[in-house]
């Protein structure tokens, strides 16, 4: 796979995932943050488990190195899964959002001290005009920074935005040590087997089948989207650099604002109508000196 193609993944993935928060806040508002992760994990593992299993022996005895990577993988998603939900529950997308923005230094940082991965000066330069051009466009009009440090979600949204950010390293770690597919498909199991059990364990398994068929159209809306961003992103971390990556896929926000436009004719202020063209311009810039 080239390095181009992979870059044109993580336009994937940034866009599923523009469209697939919204569904996460909509779904973990419904039905709660532990039913939604264990419907859109079940989904996943569901509809991966065709290509994953010709090769499931062959994983199961391959290095311990890539078995360890993978089991490292599995815990650090569930737990950044389950703080991401929560902060979208509790706190405002235009609020959250501009937090995970932290996710790509997190992913630069460990690829970096872990694999040695460098990527360029101009490269580097893109990223942050990337990141900067993201947070003009997260903030509206009314923002005030004391109100802001104090938000709801806002602390669990930097702890989730550390989290996954070490998830998504992973996850490319991962699929180039095994396989993309099987990267998702293991840690779709291993957190649907997790979240299954905790439900079975607090006795809802009757409210959690009540609320799947009272808002299947919205938990199937977001399982289709995560999970075609989360197999573009695993399949474009192996062809380009992880650092980068990341930083395109983070661009969701800019899709996010775009449907807003699109479907709640919202209004952008200056600074975001700037943000905007920063964010794009930065995000095209880093995938042509890319690929």
Not at 52 to 76: D, H, I, K, S
Not at 86 to 105: H, M, T
Not at 215 to 238: C, E, G, I, R, Y
Request: aromatic letters at 12%; one cysteine or more; charged letters at 10%.
């Amino acid at each position: 796979m080239s390095v181009s193609v992979g870059i044109g993944l993580a336009f994937v993935a940034m866009l599923s995932w523009g469209i697939g928060d919204f569904w996460i806040q909509k779904s973990a508002r419904k039905v709660g943050d532990l039913e939604a992760l264990f419907f859109i994990t079940f989904f996943g593992a569901f509809v991966l488990a065709p290509f994953a299993y010709p090769r499931l022996w062959e994983f199961m005895n391959a290095p311990a190195q890539t078995l360890l990577v993978v089991g490292v993988l599995c815990v650090t998603l569930l737990i950044a899964a389950f703080l991401d939900f929560e902060a979208l529950r509790v706190g405002k997308l235009a609020v959250v959002e501009p937090i995970w923005s932290f996710e790509v230094p997190v992913a630069g940082l460990i690829a970096f001290f872990l694999l040695g991965e460098r990527i360029g000066g101009i490269a580097i330069a893109l990223i942050v005009f990337l990141l900067l051009g993201l947070a003009l466009v997260s903030l509206k009009g009314n923002f005030k920074l004391h109100r802001f440090i104090f938000e709801k979600g806002i602390l669990i949204a930097f702890l989730g935005a550390v989290m996954m950010g070490a998830a998504n390293f992973f996850m490319g770690l991962s699929s180039r040590l095994s396989d993309p597919i099987m990267a998702n498909f293991i840690s779709d199991v291993f957190i649907a087997l997790v979240t299954g059990c905790m439900i079975i364990y607090q006795g809802g398994v009757g409210k959690t089948l009540r609320d799947i068929r009272g808002n299947l159209p919205v938990l199937l809306q977001m399982s289709v989207a995560d999970k075609a961003a989360w197999v573009a992103f695993a399949f474009a971390m192996v062809a380009a650099p992880i650092s980068i990556a990341v930083a395109l896929s983070e661009s969701y926000i800019v899709i996010a604002v775009l449907l807003g436009l699109a479907v709640n004719r919202e209004r952008l202020d200056i600074h975001q109508k700037i943000g905007l063209v920063v964010a794009v311009g930065a995000a095209v810039a880093l995938a042509v000196i890319t690929g």
